[in-house]
């Protein structure tokens, strides 16, 4: 998949609102060769899905060592919206909280006192810095059971109209 048609799905109507979200889940291979799949909140910026992480964690291990990653970002109706995404980790050790990270929670339900308190424990906690994850995307698909299907499903869908005919 090329640049172009990467940028074609992830500009699609859809593909925007959930790119507007706030979780996704990262799946990558873990230093023992065993797959991961967590949620982790993140933060799209026109280009790169940018995740933040302590300093300590133990997936920045295995992302140095294998840094193809893949992402899901959906939803929780039916029939569900998918946005499957595929992309090469990068790594950034900052000082202080990245902007992303602070960002990225911005639609989560808090007060306006609870968001300064969840922000003050943040700042004491990773005094020290973060790790940016930017994940620049190399293939991209929507699903959207309107115009988009699984593809396995597609080609059943094909099967079927053969047989018909």
């Given at each position: 998949m090329d640049r172009n048609d990467v940028r074609d799905v992830l500009n699609k109507p859809y593909s925007q609102e959930l790119l507007a979200r706030d979780v996704t889940r990262l799946a990558y291979v873990g230093t023992d060769g065993t797959p991961r799949a967590i949620p982790i909140a993140f933060a799209w910026n026109g280009s790169t899905i940018v995740m933040s992480?302590?300093?300590n964690s133990q997936k920045l291990a295995a992302l140095r060592a294998n840094p193809a990653v893949a992402l899901t970002i959906?939803?929780?109706v039916h029939p569900p919206k998918i946005l499957l995404v595929r992309?090469?980790?990068?790594?950034?050790?900052?000082d202080g909280i990245p902007k992303e990270y602070l960002q990225m929670t911005s639609t989560y339900e808090m007060t306006a006192e609870q968001r300064?308190?969840?922000?003050?424990?943040?700042?004491?906690l990773y005094h020290d810095g973060m790790v940016r994850i930017v994940v620049t995307p190399t293939w991209a698909k929507l699903i959207d059971f309107e115009s988009t299907l699984p593809s396995a499903v597609e080609e059943l869908v094909r099967r079927r109209e053969e047989r018909r005919v």
């Amino acid at each position: 998949m090329d640049r172009n048609d990467v940028r074609d799905v992830l500009n699609k109507p859809y593909s925007q609102e959930l790119l507007a979200r706030d979780v996704t889940r990262l799946a990558y291979v873990g230093t023992d060769g065993t797959p991961r799949a967590i949620p982790i909140a993140f933060a799209w910026n026109g280009s790169t899905i940018v995740m933040s992480t302590a300093k300590n964690s133990q997936k920045l291990a295995a992302l140095r060592a294998n840094p193809a990653v893949a992402l899901t970002i959906d939803t929780e109706v039916h029939p569900p919206k998918i946005l499957l995404v595929r992309g090469v980790a990068e790594l950034d050790y900052v000082d202080g909280i990245p902007k992303e990270y602070l960002q990225m929670t911005s639609t989560y339900e808090m007060t306006a006192e609870q968001r300064v308190e969840w922000e003050a424990e943040v700042r004491s906690l990773y005094h020290d810095g973060m790790v940016r994850i930017v994940v620049t995307p190399t293939w991209a698909k929507l699903i959207d059971f309107e115009s988009t299907l699984p593809s396995a499903v597609e080609e059943l869908v094909r099967r079927r109209e053969e047989r018909r005919v």
